[in-house]
């Protein structure tokens, strides 16, 4: 019994810890207060104000469209290299693999740093131009979130029977149809979390962000601002713009939302195998 | 058989990975209707042999001919030819409809139509869904699965995702179907229910069937035509009758249902010696030339003639000349009992439906037409009941050699008093090892025998002359024979020595070397 107490508040604090901050940020979301930690009474007033903050528009704007356009590029990369790699010979195959992980476990410091080097030494010694740009920020992007779309879309590829590629095949697909229409469905819940997986490393990125960026995209002649540099540039100077919170706040609810309808889809769907299996057995 | 009934060919075919020979120089051909089934353990080119006619492997030599057209190196999607898989290789994310319409939505048929100004034109079109929805269930019919048309493949038991996978290749209407182990994964009750259901499958299509299995019961319930395949070579093509009942070799003829597998010598015209006893037999093969004898278990008859395991001299008297053995073990197998006969050393294999006891002495009969001869390949000396003596030397029957112990177990070195020391320094006793013994036919050395000499003797019972070498089979004393390639000439009935340098005498331990182990 006693036991069983312990137990529960364990968990309880474990999860007080977690969603504890949190909490309270939402809280200090309807007051207007620049400071955190006052309480000015409860308003609404912080989200309209968001909205009219040119500043965390922009920087808002920016963010999402890199990290759309870097989980993209960096799944449709992925993806290809993952299915190359998978018929490939077996040494060649695992030196592929080894190659794709170290960027995982590897410093993001190191890579941000390299991918400036790369840059400067290519615009200085071949390009002879300044490089930096939303080119640059991408690229960056692509690089720290491809080899996580290649781990997400590889053990799929191992799950799925190697004969269903030759199948399709048999029953006079050409390669590239097979690819499509066998090997792409089969692979796709890989594919999606590998493009998630992009989009939300992408999102909160700073460093690679901070080492890479240019001028360009909603900032147009200014250097690119995403809400991570912007938030960073703002504490130098002044407490982080009240609106802030409310922002958080919003994107915290979209992820919540996102995990509630992912995990009733997967409910529904696994109800539906059940029942189809319950049928089999009672015509059995 | 007429040449435009062959509906496949395959000639000179070989498949090499890596520098190894999976498939070497196989030559076959098919004929139209027929159900071909591949036989052999696994290793032996067999499925290769199959994915080279899917094409989802290109051949390293050799050609394949279709209808007499080459598709060596046509891919597997403009073959008119379908596979069964051996997991079936479904589709999960479609469902038993979406599978087995799979390949007829991506067909094109040439239709003919007239244009408004009258001109006659062909253009390639997809299947009208009308068309694909009757050939769906058709095919569904014939497997009987008519109603699980909407059904996911994960909801499927096993024996229904086989049919999907059958009706999803059939429905295609290839000219050639091939089955590659397709029912290595059911359970034995559903396997031979399917076995039945396939061949009147087979019987109701008309199609070709290739079928690929290391099964010989399923090869022999099945199939027209029978390839019996090792390493890579055929070693037997016909009926299962024929290969049942004639096997080429006494690896066919043990792959192929249960077999007793003796050495024997031909003595007389249709007279054949083995397990010390002459039997008539219905082969004919030249005097003494040393061949392989298969005889099935079902066709032994025993007789009783004595009990205890005492072989009375009055029984050795009366029996002078016949197969008598002792009754070692028995097992009831429902229709028949099992019995294993010792005779010396020698086991035979009996199935009879008559009750012995363990220990009868018994009369082994054979009869003529029950024992199956076969040309042996003769490359080396093979000697089975070898043994290595107390002074480390091979005692082969009433020969004595020296050999090399140490090949035995790698990195291995004698001591002083005999001993065999293995790599971490455990030591060997091998006195009493049985061995087995393999000696090259140009390996053995045959000289005049000196009568001063202790030698290994033997007596010159057949010369073959071999266009620049001769081969004698010399017997020993206690009939024991090495055939052996010489460049001298001896004659018959010569007596002569027979030595072997050590090195040339490749020994393989029978059993665990761990048993031989002392502290």
Redo the contacts between chains.
Sequence with gaps: MVKKIFGQIYIWLILIIMYLPILILMAFSFTDAVYVGQWNGFTFDLYPALFQNKEIMIALGNTIIIAITSALVSTLLGTSGAIGAFYLKKGFRKSVDLVTQIPIVNAEIVMALSLTILFVFLGQYIFHAQLFSFWTLLIGHVVLSLPFVYISVKPKLQQMDPSLYEAALDLGATPKTAIRKVLIPEILPGILSGFLLAITLSLDDFIITAFTRGTGLLNGEANIETLSTLIQATIKKRPVPAEMRALTTIIFLAVVVAVVCVSLYRYYQGKHKKTHAQERMSKL | MEENNKIISLSHVSKVYDGVTVVDDFNLDITKGEFVTFLGPSGCGKTTTLRMI???ETPSEGSILLNGNDITKL???KRP???V???Y?????LDVYDNVA??LK??KVPVTYTTKKGITKTKLKHLSSKVIDEKVARALKIVDLEELED??I????GGQQQRVAIA??IV?EPEILLLDEPLGALDLKMRKEMQLELKAMHDKLGITFIYVTHDQEEALTMSDTIVVMKAGQIQQVGTPKDIYNEPNNAYVANFIGESNIYNATMMKKKVVRFLGANFNCVDDFPVNEKVDVVIRPEDVELKRIGKDGNITAEIKEKYKEKLIGIVDSKVFKGIHFEYIVLKGKNEIVVQDTKEFNVGDVVLINIGPNEIHIMKKELTTNVFTDAYIDKNNKLIISDCTFDCELTQLLSDSHLDENGYLIGPDNKKYDLKDADVFVEIGLSDIEILDHNPNEDENIGEIISIVYKGDHYQYLIRTKEEEDFVCDSDYAFNENDIVSINVLPKNIKLTLKGSITKYEVE
């Design positions: 899917a094409g989802f891919p597997p999607y030819v379908n596979t898989f051996q997991r290789a479904l589709f999960p994310h799979f390949g991506l067909k059904r996911d994960s909801t499927l038991s999803r290749a295609n």
